[in-house]
């Protein structure tokens, strides 16, 4: 290979690295706000796959449009082409690459699920030095509390419970900059437990509770969504989550304290009585909605 075609691929090279390391860093934008500690952590590692895939895309599409121009055969020419035999050192070449890369992409993979500790142990002080990393990015610094919230799924519904208050909710608070540590349970089928500002899902299963943790890092509004079909109105199990200050946070609870249980609204309850009063009812069967459920506080 000959100096000239050297520096040509190498300037080819640099080329893709650099369109893929700018489609990497574009990635960001591509999702919600990084909520929580852990988005931190995914993003970086969403990333760095986007660059990776990026540079393979653009590589190979190059080839492939760079043969399709320079070495196609002549409108009329039906000969075979040459009998050029395998070279060992190639096949050698495009093999490890691949599986080294593979290989390299699952470390990080699992180093960074592992960094992100959503099923770890409920001390703080043992999360991951990651972790402290991810709250530097933030300028915040790890906490030694947490919160502890019991969540139960039903079809079709989120109910949280606050033990230390005893308070029940359809929204679900969180002070920020502080361990979220929440025991996920579901009443009848699978439900997906689903934040997309916060990067974490987690499927919970009948008969049995799950312990989930993260980390709210900044204050707002977002969505937590069922993230599995669990029947007929499952796009309708959507709740509110709140992350706000400790103070903020202290004052909803003795707030939510202080008021009587009452029958929250529910919007798969309300669309399956609004169907039942109808004389033409739809052919199609569904599970009745579990009722509505009882809560000190809804928004």
């Known amino acids: 290979m000959n100096i000239k075609r050297i520096i040509t691929l190498g300037a080819i090279t640099l080329f893709l690295a650099g369109v ?15 909520a929580s500690a852990e988005a931190i952590l995914y993003d970086d590692l969403f990333s760095l796959l986007t660059g990776i895939g990026t540079f393979i895309f653009l590589g ?8 399709i121009i320079f070495y196609q055969a002549g409108r009329y ?12 050192k190639l096949e050698i070449i495009w093999t490890a690459i691949p599986l080294l890369l593979v290989i390299a992409i699952a470390v990080i993979s699992y180093q960074t699920y592992d960094q992100m500790d959503l099923h770890g142990p409920t001390e703080i002080a043992h999360l991951p030095q990651m972790m402290d990393a991810a709250y530097a990015d933030t300028g915040q610094s ?3 509390s947490m919160t502890e919230i019991e969540v139960d799924s039903q079809q079709w519904a989120w109910i949280f419970r606050y033990p230390d208050q005893n308070v029940t909710s359809t929204e679900l608070h969180l002070p920020v900059n502080q361990r979220a540590h929440l025991k996920l349970r579901s009443k009848d089928v699978i439900h997906g437990f689903y934040i997309p500002a916060f990067r974490v899902k987690q499927d919970i299963i009948p008969a049995k509770t799950i312990d ?31 992350v706000e200050s400790q103070a903020d946070y202290d004052r909803w609870l003795k707030k939510a304290a202080k008021q009587i249980p ?3 609204p529910n919007q798969a309850a309300s669309e399956y009585a609004r169907r039942e009063q109808k004389s033409d009812s739809a052919g199609w069967k569904t599970v009745v909605p579990a009722p509505a459920p009882m809560v000190n506080y809804h928004p």
Not at 228 to 242: E, H, I, L, P
């Open 77 to 88: 020419n039906t000969s075979d082409g040459p009998p050029i035999e395998g070279n060992i």
């Open 262 to 264: 009452t029958l929250a």
């Open 212 to 242: 989930f943790e993260f980390t709210p890092i900044l204050e707002g509004n977002y969505r937590l969504r069922d993230s599995q079909y669990s029947g007929t109105y499952f796009a309708a199990m959507q709740a509110d989550v709140v």
């Open 20 to 34: 893929s390391f700018w489609i990497g860093q574009l990635s960001y934008s591509w999702f919600p706000p990084q």
């Open 60 to 67: 190979v599409t190059l080839a492939v449009f760079y043969n």
């Open 142 to 144: 790890t906490v030694e």
